[in-house]
């Protein structure tokens, strides 16, 4: 018997159509389970704000050497770069002059005392007249004076250190000719413990400082307000902690920023002046302060900071967030979440807002240690 083409067709429809029906039902069902997210839920604390500040080290004191004479430097008593004491002896200027200058000024004080003691005889029995003895005695005293000027003089031929400190190198050699109240130094010693440390700050910035303590958003932090930790130019913290000693009385017109001075032991001489530095001055302490991890804040379109939260219909809703500064590996914020807030820092890309989440601990974030200190 022959079967037609046609028929054939129709008699294999209904196989297909089994086979597509088997497929479909071996399928798995689609997963209606909401997207699981990580939250940390925020809570209030206490947070010391500090600020961290550039600047650069300066001597404590610092005296150029000079000579009060004029003469030619017959010897350097100091090593270039040494640390010297106050009074030592720095250079020779030869005193060959200024001695026989002290013995003039001696035999002229010898003459004029003789002459004014013979003319106390003589005034006592009115042999001479009282000018006469008063111009003798003027003579006498004038000799006195020229004779310690003339001692001062052969002491200055000893240029000495006038403080403590390290001593730079020398500008001078022996051979080399100098006069009184030359511009050039003969050398300069830096007296380098204690140190200061000078760092700039903006005005805006201290003005905001003061509003908050005026206004009871900050509170003071005690006698550790006024401490400074330093960080190196190397990125290493420096040892000895500091102390503010004062704060300029203007404003620098050119860059608006208010100069600040602090010092700080330096006992191995690790510092020298003209490092670079970072200070840390302590500002205030933030009571009941918000801090939400750094993963759990992302920015818009616009730049404007953005947070999902978990509400309590456990539903992602979107928060706009504005912060005040960075706290180690959180935000500090001002406005938009509070305490008790539970925030998404991990599968942030899986929600998004108004969908339902199933919200469990953020594994991604360490908030077991909140720090206790935050650097503007």
């Known amino acids: 018997m022959k079967i037609s083409p046609n028929r054939s067709r129709w008699c294999a429809l209904p196989l297909s159509a089994l086979l597509l029906c088997a497929c479909k039902e071996a399928q798995p069902p689609a997963d209606t389970r909401p997207p699981e997210v990580g939250v940390v839920t925020l809570k209030s604390q206490q947070v010391l704000l500090s600020s961290d500040l550039p600047g650069r080290t300066s001597a404590y004191r610092v005296a150029e050497v000079r000579p009060q004479v004029s003469g030619i430097v017959?010897?350097?008593?100091?090593?270039?770069?040494?640390?010297?004491?106050?009074?030592q002896q720095l250079y020779q200027i030869d005193p060959a002059t200024y001695e026989a200058a002290v013995d003039k000024a001696q035999a002229n004080l010898d003459s004029t005392r003789n002459l004014a003691q013979r003319y106390q005889r003589l005034l006592d029995s009115r042999a001479i007249s009282r000018q006469q003895y008063d111009d003798a005695n003027a003579n006498f005293r004038q000799a006195q004076a020229d004779l310690k000027t003339a001692r001062i003089n052969l002491e200055y031929t000893k240029v000495l250190a006038p403080i403590d400190g390290r001593i730079s190198r020398s500008a001078v050699t022996e051979g080399a000719l100098v006069s009184n109240g030359q511009a050039?130094?003969?050398a300069s010693i830096n007296q380098l413990d204690p140190i200061y440390v000078d760092v700039t700050q903006a005005s805006t910035d201290m003005l905001k400082l003061r509003r908050e303590l005026d206004s009871g958003q900050l509170a003071m932090a005690g006698p550790d307000q006024v401490k400074v930790q330093l960080r190196l130019e190397d990125g290493s913290a420096y040892s000895e902690a500091g102390a503010l000693k004062f704060s300029e009385v203007t404003v620098d017109p050119?860059?608006?920023a208010v100069t600040l001075r602090a010092a700080f032991a330096n006992p191995k001489g690790i510092l020298l002046p003209g490092m670079f530095v970072h200070a840390t001055l302590a500002e205030g302490v933030r009571e009941d302060a918000i801090l939400v991890p750094q993963q759990g804040v992302t920015r818009d379109l616009k730049g404007e900071a953005t947070a999902l939260?978990?509400?309590?219909?456990?539903?992602?809703?979107l928060r706009s967030v504005k912060t005040l500064r960075v706290v180690g590996n959180q935000?500090?914020?001002e406005s938009g979440l509070a305490a008790g807030d539970?925030?998404?820092t991990?599968?942030?890309?899986r929600a998004r807002p108004g969908m339902s989440v199933a919200a469990v601990a953020a594994?991604?974030?360490?908030?077991?240690a909140p720090l206790a200190s935050a650097a503007r």
């Open 342 to 344: 539970r925030v998404i």
């Open 254 to 256: 050119t860059t608006g």
């Open 331 to 333: 935000w500090l914020v």
């Open 74 to 87: 017959v010897k350097r008593l100091f090593e270039e770069g040494a640390a010297v004491k106050k009074g």
């Open 346 to 349: 991990e599968g942030v890309q």
């Open 363 to 368: 594994q991604n974030v360490d908030v077991a």
């Open 309 to 317: 939260v978990v509400g309590a219909d456990n539903k992602a809703e």
């Open 184 to 186: 050039d130094a003969l």
